[in-house]
Each structure stands twice: as C-alpha cells, then as structure tokens.
C-alpha cells in the first residue's frame, strides 16, 4: 500500500461496504497483503472484530508494520469510552496490537487528533452553519479542544513512517492545534467578513438529543451530537492527553494555523464544483 500523505487522504474514502465484502474472504485479504510491508487501517476502526480479522491477515501475510484505523478522538479514554462506544472498540485494538508486539508478530503505530475540524466544519456537524453564518456551542465556548485539518493527517502519517524506529510500538498524540468554539467563530468572523450570530446551550442539552436521536433509529445524526459533545465537555478530559503528550515535535511538525484551516473551508464552501478554482 502506498504510504504518500497524498494517497493516504485519498483512501480514506474507502466505501465501507466494499470493505466489509472484501474482508469476509480472510484469504483473499492475506494474499492481497503479501508483500506489502506496512498496512494502514482506513475504515471501520470501530469495530474490533473486523480490525482484528485485518490485523491478523496482515500478520499471516508477512506485514511487518500496521497502523490502526484511529485518526480521532483519544480512543483510550474510558470516559470518552462511555460516551462514544466505538472508542471502546478502538481501544480493544490498541490492546489487540500491543499483545501482537509483544509476541513478536508485528510492529503497530496509532494516531490521534482530535476533530477533523474542516471536514466537519465543512458538514456542520459540528453546528457552525456557514451558509447562514450561525453556530451552536454547547458550553462556554472557551472550551478547548484538539483539532487537526484532513490534510495534516496523511502528513502526520508520512511522518511517523519517517521515524518509524522512534516512534514504534507507541499511541501518538499529534493533533494540529488547540482551538475552542469561540475561535473558532472569530475566524470565521474574519475570514467571512460578516457577523455570525451563536447560540449557547449545555452539554447535558447535546448528550440528550444525541441519545434520543439514536433511539428514535437515527444512529449517524446521534453520534455526531455525542462527538460534538465530547468537544465541549471538560469531565471528559479529552483533551488532557493531547496537552500532555503532544507528539508535534517528535515528528517533526509544526502547529497548524486556525485562520488558515477556516480560510480554506470557507474557499470551498464557496467555489466548489465551480470551473473558476483548483478546489473542485
């Protein structure tokens, strides 16, 4: 598999469904493994049982490196666990690989970082409504988060294979910048050149409505209140491990630019699928 930062970013797009068939022949998955020497898990990282099934025919083909499909939250929070239960299985994979290691069967590498904040600013599922120029923020707003650009991603990843020797066998976290929603709107603010009206609200009031969604049969729409409430959220701690142990300097990288990552999406947001820019 290719290890570009460029090609990493393209096969996030992975259609899960395709995946799911492709892994239910674990021969045909081995063999399509031989002689590749890393693996990088793109999909359903929450799911053990399928990260298991992939991380066991990489180790049946010979992979001698694997890094895990993360690339989010920190996964092994047992508070951030018990709110978004995928995590839970993340981290099923995290202790699945260090067993691995242990065995001698095979190296691993994971990667948090947070919110991938222009994808979700992109969406609104993180409540800034670019088209109307409103957000809802659930809490103070001064909350800090980690948040990290799409892009950042496939070069953190490009990086870690840099350094593959220093930084083996370890859960990395390496989150762009630290942002709160309150900058957020003040980059926006500026990058848009209109004021932008927000809606404060509590977290218990986000946790809520992510519950009844996912009860009422709309599991997407839940879970993303219940991430966006992992964001806000201060007894959670997420964010706590990012400030204690950023891996920025380990690989080698620098802070990203909030105004930059916001300047981009609202770019996007204006000329995409138009002839008259690169971002189409």
């Given amino acids: ?41 793109t999909g359903s990282g929450g799911d053990f049982e399928l990260q298991a099934r992939i991380i066991d025919a990489a180790i049946a ?25 995928p995590s839970k299985q993340r981290a099923l994979v995290i202790e ?10 095979i190296e691993w590498t994971a990667l948090a970082v947070g919110v991938l904040l222009d994808e979700r600013l992109r ?15 659930h809490g103070t707003g001064d909350e800090h988060f980690a948040a990290t650009s799409f892009e950042r991603v496939g070069v953190a ?12 066998d370890r859960y990395l976290y ?17 990058v848009t050149g209109k004021e932008w009206t927000v809606g404060y609200h509590e977290v218990a009031d986000c946790v809520r409505e ?41 690989l080698g990288l620098k802070e990203e630019v909030l105004e930059e990552m916001v300047k981009g999406v609202v770019h996007q947001f204006k000329h995409y699928g138009k002839g008259d820019c690169g971002c189409g």
């Fill in 61 to 85: 083909a010979g992979v001698a490196r694997f890094i895990p499909a993360e690339f989010g939250h920190d996964s092994r929070n047992e508070r951030v666990q018990e709110r978004l239960p």
């Fill in 123 to 137: 969406s609104g599922d993180l409540g800034f409504e670019l088209a109307w120029q409103s957000a809802t923020v």
């Fill in 96 to 105: 699945y690989l260090q067993s691995k290691a242990i065995e001698g069967d």
């Fill in 157 to 168: 990843v490009a990086s870690i294979l840099l350094r593959w020797e220093d930084v083996k």
């Fill in 1 to 41: 598999m290719s290890t570009s930062p460029a090609s990493f970013v393209r096969s996030w797009y992975l259609p899960l469904a395709r995946e799911r068939m492709i892994l239910l022949d674990f021969a045909a998955l081995t063999a399509a493994f031989k002689g590749q020497d890393l693996v990088i898990s």
């Fill in 210 to 250: 992510g519950k009844s969604r996912i009860e009422k049969g709309f599991p997407d729409a839940g879970m993303f209140l219940m991430e966006r409430s992992v964001l806000y959220d201060e007894e959670l701690g997420a964010f706590e491990a990012f400030e204690r142990e950023d891996a920025k300097r380990s």
């Fill in 174 to 190: 390496c989150s762009g910048c630290s942002v709160t929603a309150n900058e957020i709107v003040r980059a926006l603010e500026k």
